[in-house]
């Protein structure tokens, strides 16, 4: 059962098709990541499938409030510290920052220069 969570609004960084592109891209790393459950991975899934073939329940349920409310639940029933590293590192990323914390460090990095070595002179008959 996932852990109680406090409720707060966050505020928006870029307006709804931004907003609505993060979503999607914490939603796809979430089903990508090993520590959240294959079981919790179906819900999402399953509302794309659901919502590509439209016959499977018949009714007068929307498709895109399906696919909403699948995708809420899975990021609403993963672990919270999971949810809350993707979406630190998608915020990094809108905002310009590395993704990767895998950077050189200052002493890692090697100045070097570059010399263009001479061709031999080929002589042909």
């Excluded at 109680?4 to 592109?21: A, C, M, Q, T």
């Excluded at 699948?70 to 999971?82: Q, S």
């Excluded at 998608?90 to 310009?96: F, M, P, Q, R, S």
């Excluded at 590395?98 to 460090?105: A, F, G, K, T, V």
Aim: aromatic content about 8%.
């Amino acid at each position: 059962m996932p852990e109680e969570r406090e409720k707060e609004v966050i505020p928006s960084k870029g307006g709804v098709f931004n907003d609505l592109s993060n979503y999607i891209k914490l939603v796809a790393r979430l089903i990508g990541d090993k520590r959240v459950s294959p079981l919790y991975k179906l819900l999402p899934i399953g509302a794309l499938a659901y919502f590509l073939v439209p016959d499977l329940v018949p009714g007068p349920i929307d498709d895109a409030m399906v696919v909403w409310l699948g995708t809420y639940l899975f990021v609403e029933i993963c672990p919270a510290d999971v949810v809350q590293e993707h979406r630190d590192e998608l915020d990094k990323a809108v905002a310009g920052e590395p993704r990767d914390s895998n950077e050189p460090e200052e002493d890692q990095i090697v100045d070097a220069e570059f010399w263009e070595k001479e061709k031999p002179d080929i002589e042909t008959d």
